[in-house]
């Protein structure tokens, strides 16, 4: 016996889970409490304009470097 397929019964006992929640997010958070559903802080996926423009900046940055080193004789 699981508590996957039972569930207490208020009384000290277990009785069978009649049905599975579709949202497993439904499951993270304590009906006790009433908490709002847990979100995902760290996912804030970045927009593909702005990541594109930031490897072009850091593309172009090295090229500089690049230059500005071998232009001097840094890198000879």
């Given at each position: 016996?699981?508590?996957?397929?039972?569930?207490?019964?208020?009384?000290?006992g277990l009785?069978?889970?009649?049905?599975?929640?579709?949202?497993?997010?439904?499951?993270?958070?304590?009906?006790?409490?009433?908490?709002?559903?847990?979100?995902?802080?760290?996912?804030?996926?970045?927009?593909?304009?702005?990541?594109?423009?930031?490897?072009?900046?850091l593309g172009?940055?090295?090229?500089?470097?690049?230059?500005?080193?071998?232009?001097?004789?840094?890198?000879?």
């Open positions: 016996m699981t508590l996957q397929l039972h569930q207490p019964d208020g009384q000290g009785e069978p889970r009649t049905e599975t929640p579709k949202d497993w997010r439904t499951q993270l958070r304590s009906p006790r409490w009433n908490a709002s559903p847990l979100a995902n802080r760290e996912m804030n996926p970045t927009r593909t304009s702005v990541s594109v423009l930031f490897w072009l900046a172009a940055l090295t090229f500089v470097l690049l230059l500005a080193g071998y232009g001097s004789g840094f890198w000879k």
